[in-house]
């Protein structure tokens, strides 16, 4: 039994809530639980009495995971949720993880007895099956060097769970390898920018550091991350003076007297040191980077650290293998096989959700639809036309996901477009949640279906389930809080078709199409699959995904799904189903193979694309542990596109200047003005808009347009062809143009032929919606008329040369930024692929537009996201170099430009009344007169948006923004 005397209590307080536990950290923790009875005799809850014991026990066990750091399981016993109880069976230490549930408590063994003993483990789980009353039961952590051992005992099915990052302390001495190029970058960035101290933590720093933990948390859980570190960190520190400096040390990190960073860590056993906690402000400049830099260089008695895993962020994982790890292990998972595994599938009925729901929830569902077979051709429809590519899109994936238990997708169509919601179980009830952006993407829209999320979720916060790339930026500047969550690699037809050809297969291996007698030696590979298979997050979507194409592929409209079986020796032994997404696009929807021919998978999945005739084939990101041979050394992808969530946040601010608004125009004005020591009231919401002062005169700011120029001239300057004539009256070069009706189809095409090459266009609009650049076929120009809703539609003559864009204040040119299409440098060591991963990552961090990659350009360079540019080799990655495909600006020197190109940019803001504008010009050389080589001013832009001046080749400089500024309140009123 425990003993009353074992209650555990801590000085801590304040409030918790992660994961819904909403209990406080006071002078008692937790009580002695009333449910423990005799099938706990003999164990106890840890303490840090039981640390000799315990490390004991971990010197002669082969595990050596983070999760083994004895200073983790002490700080886990302070989690509401949680005990970690200890036993001895058979000469072995046992620890057991006791969950509390709302309904009933858990348990389950925390990790394999120390030292390993089948004899013992057994003894663990007749506790574990008595206490629970089942055999659901689990070893919650086994490291790699015992997986093997559990698996082959027989009674267990493995499932590989979190990562852990092993690090070599001595490589942090000097940084000589070339593969840490990144983490030095990010070094000299956060010292470049703050001057940051370190020293040891002491007792006097703890209520400075618990309260930066509690900021720390807070951002957490604005972005709608799991801060699953939260009470680990907050008993470390209150736990620190127990531990000898072996056992447990950290380091505090100071910028200007205030604490902004603490690190902690120690021996995990022997030569093994564990890097516990740490935790940084995000507001300071590549602060996370100096951290793990300094800590790891301070562990130098180790031979190699343990570091934790990611959690599934992408942010986290692009840090850590940044810091170049010698390996990444894999921490698995086991649980119990049952007397008969049953592969059966459940088959849910939405509509008794709805009805089980109470009455204001069922409300919010009234009117909405199943996802069922015969809305099959609706929803091909408007994926089409809404040019939807991933396989998520996928109508077969998303009837046969609608399918599983616990889990509804319902439908509706409001104003043309089809609002899809997903409504889910939680342990504290049933949540709604959007599972895409409306599509086609109409902003109204998404506000109506959101506005009926929050209903249903009674006003908290509101999530769509999935936004792919194209429309994660629009999603971001409507103000939600974006998560990449997962990523699908893209193969072309041509690089498949190569791998065909040249690759060979034994005579005894073949594929032939799926037909209804394939179905039970098929669903008999996929229960194999599934029992003997280590998988990620993931494998039970997979197998029900499966399950579904065996039995239900003949429902859907004809060849929706085409399938395939792998045969060797004439027996399956796999099978392939795969569906067009659209006319580009094909999904390999569902791939399995027997574990001993899982190399064969994308074998299996070239031959089936011979079906189609589409240009890309997308496949969900991998988790296999072969994997990265699979992409890497047999088909190379030729990009890979992400998967995000996004997450809208209500009745909350953010903290930093980059979150600080929604918009970050709005928010570099507001830098640069509190820098300049001008007033800023920040009117919220909407949280993008605000007022600039200096006593005097007052500036309004509002996303990108700003009250310096006045309504009529940004309406005259908003219409295109209007703006046009008034330039060419003033012996202005402007491009030829003439506007027609959209229904005027005939006259169009008539005119493009005529006049090519041409720019398609709406006459008013703004960042490039809606453009369309030279047009090569009556299919492409069609497609840019479509493209043009409620709009006139403006053909103009296309100039050819490169895109410059000119900031212009009270007759004064303030920048002259050239675009630049966007491009990587190659290293000599990185695919393409890895060099956008890492541009890419610094756009995304600053709610920039992300590079998109134009394969057809690539491919005519004869090269793919594979190939791996030489060092200084420049690779262009799109054909535009508009900033919406990731085009990038490099800054010109006003003293290059000639005189002539000058005097005509003032006078175009002269003309045209703008006191600030900002001029799209296209010339082949700005050195060259306009009159000499044909260049011509492109747009004229009434509110210019000054991003690009500010991180124009990452120099995040405020110069052009100040000088605006400076400009506008050294102007007294009359």
């Not at 620890?95 to 483990?121: D, G, S």
């Not at 499932?159 to 070599?168: A, K, N, R």
């Not at 006191?915 to 007169?929: P, Q, Y």
């Amino acid at each position: 039994m425990i003993e009353n005397d074992s209650v555990k209590t801590s000085a801590a307080s304040g409030t918790v809530g992660m994961g819904g536990d909403n209990e406080t950290m006071a002078s008692a923790t937790k009580s002695t639980p009333e449910f423990l009875h005799n099938d706990l005799e003999g164990l106890k809850e840890i303490t840090l009495s039981d640390k000799d014991r315990y490390k004991e026990a971990l010197t002669m066990s082969p595990q050596r995971t983070w999760l083994n750091y004895f200073p983790f399981l002490l700080s886990s016993n302070f989690n509401p949720s949680r005990s970690i109880l200890l036993g001895e069976e058979c000469g072995s230490l046992c620890v057991y993880l006791l969950r509390h549930w709302p309904r009933k408590n858990r348990l389950n063994l925390y990790f394999p007895p120390m030292p390993m003993n089948q004899e013992a483990l057994g003894r663990c789980f007749e506790r574990i099956n008595a206490f629970n009353g089942d055999h659901s039961g689990r070893i919650w952590w086994i490291s790699g060097e015992l997986k093997d051992t559990i698996k082959q005992s027989g009674d267990f099915i493995l499932q590989s769970g979190d990562e852990e990052f092993i690090y070599q302390p001595d490589m942090f001495q000097n940084l000589n390898n070339s593969k840490f190029r990144i983490l030095k970058y990010q070094l000299r960035r956060a010292e470049r920018k703050q001057q940051i101290d370190a020293r040891l933590f002491t007792e006097q720093d703890k209520n400075e550091c618990l309260e930066l933990l509690e900021k720390w948390y807070q951002a957490k859980t604005d972005k709608n991350i799991k801060a699953l570190n939260y009470f680990y960190a907050r008993a470390c520190i209150e736990l620190f003076e127990q531990f000898s400096p072996n056992d447990l040390h950290g380091y505090v990190y100071i910028i200007e007297g205030k604490i902004v960073a603490f690190a902690f860590g120690g021996q995990l056993a022997g030569e093994t040191g564990s890097s516990f906690i740490r935790i940084s402000d995000h507001d300071y400049i590549s602060l996370g980077y100096f951290v793990c830099h300094h800590f790891f260089k301070s562990m130098q008695q180790y031979t190699t650290i343990n570091d934790g895993g990611t959690t599934g962020l992408s942010g986290l994982k692009f840090i850590k293998n940044n810091l170049i790890p010698i390996r990444i292990e894999t921490i698995y998972r086991a649980r119990q096989k049952k007397s008969h595994e049953n592969i059966a599938w459940a088959n849910s009925n939405p509509q008794t959700e709805i009805e089980d729901t109470d009455t204001s929830k069922r409300e919010v569902l009234r009117g909405l639809k199943p996802i069922a077979i015969e809305d099959q051709e609706i929803f091909n429809q408007h994926i089409n036309q809404a040019k939807k590519k991933s396989w998520l899109s996928f109508f077969p994936f998303l009837h046969s996901f609608s399918q599983r238990a616990q889990t509804s997708l319902y439908w509706e169509l409001y104003r043309g477009s089809i609002c899809l919601y997903y409504l889910f179980e939680q342990p504290s009830g049933k949540r709604l949640s959007l599972y895409f952006p409306p599509f086609p993407f109409r902003s109204k829209t998404l506000a109506y279906a959101m506005e009926k999320v929050t209903h249903f979720n009674q006003g908290g916060d509101s999530n769509i389930t999935w936004v792919e790339e194209e429309d994660m930026q629009d999603i971001s500047r409507l103000g939600y809080n974006i998560i990449n969550i997962e990523n699908e690699y893209i193969y072309t037809k041509t690089d498949l078709d190569n791998f065909l050809q040249t690759c060979t297969v034994q005579d005894n291996i073949a594929t032939s199409p799926y037909t209804h007698e394939d179905e039970a030696a098929c669903l008999n590979i996929l229960g194999k699959w599934k029992a003997d298979e280590p998988k990620k997050v993931g494998k039970n979507l997979t197998y029900h995904l499966g399950r579904s194409c065996i039995q239900n592929a003949s429902q859907y409209i004809d060849s929706t799904i085409i399938g395939e079986v792998l045969r060797v020796d004439g027996d399956i032994q796999g099978f392939c189903f795969a569906g067009a997404i659209d006319t580009d696009y094909v999904s390999f929807f569902v791939t399995i193979t027997a574990p001993q021919y899982n190399k064969l998978k994308i074998y299996q999945q070239a031959r089936i694309s011979r079906n189609f005739s589409a240009s890309f084939y997308n496949n969900p990101e991998e988790t296999t542990e072969d994997s990265a041979t699979y992409l890497n050394e047999m088909v190379k992808p030729a990009a890979m596109h992400q998967m995000f969530r996004a997450r809208k946040v209500h009745n909350k601010t953010r903290g930093t200047f980059k979150r600080e608004l929604r918009d970050i125009n709005t928010a570099l004005f507001i830098k640069a003005a509190r820098e300049l020591n001008f007033k800023v009231d920040i009117v919220k919401p909407p949280y993008n808009y605000c007022v600039i002062s200096d006593g005097d005169k007052t500036l309004h700011v509002y996303h990108n347009a700003t009250s310096i120029t006045d309504v009529v001239t940004r309406k005259v300057t908003h219409n295109k062809y209007l703006s046009q004539n008034i330039l060419r009256s003033h012996g202005i070069p402007v491009p030829a143009a003439k506007i027609f009706s959209p229904e005027d189809i005939d006259n169009i095409l008539d005119h493009v032929e005529k006049h090519r090459p041409v720019v398609i266009k709406p006459v008013t609009g703004s960042r490039s919606r809606g453009v369309t650049v030279d047009p090569q076929n009556t299919e492409e120009v069609l497609q840019a008329v479509a493209s043009i809703q409620n709009n006139k539609v403006m053909i103009e003559q296309l100039i050819h040369g490169d895109c410059y864009r000119i900031l212009i204040y009270k007759n004064k040119i303030i920048d002259v930024l050239h675009w630049f299409p966007p491009y990587v440098i190659g290293n000599g060591l990185d695919s393409l692929f890895n060099l956008v991963e890492v541009k890419n990552g610094y756009y995304r961090q600053n709610n920039m537009y992300l590079i998109q990659v134009d394969f057809d350009y690539l491919g005519r360079q004869g090269i793919n996201m594979g190939f791996v540019p030489q060092k200084g080799q420049k690779i262009y990655l799109h054909h535009s170099q508009e900033h919406y495909v990731g085009g990038e600006p490099v800054r010109v020197d006003l003293q290059s430009i000639h005189p002539d190109n000058i005097k005509m940019f003032l006078k175009v803001a002269q003309v045209s009344g703008l006191a600030l504008a900002g001029l799209d010009f296209i010339s082949k050389d700005l050195s060259i007169s306009y009159n000499e080589n044909g260049a011509g001013i492109n747009e004229i832009n009434s509110n210019p948006e000054v991003w690009p001046h500010y991180f124009c080749e990452q120099k995040e400089e405020l110069t052009a923004i100040k000088a605006i500024l400076e400009g506008f309140f050294s102007e007294r009123n009359n």
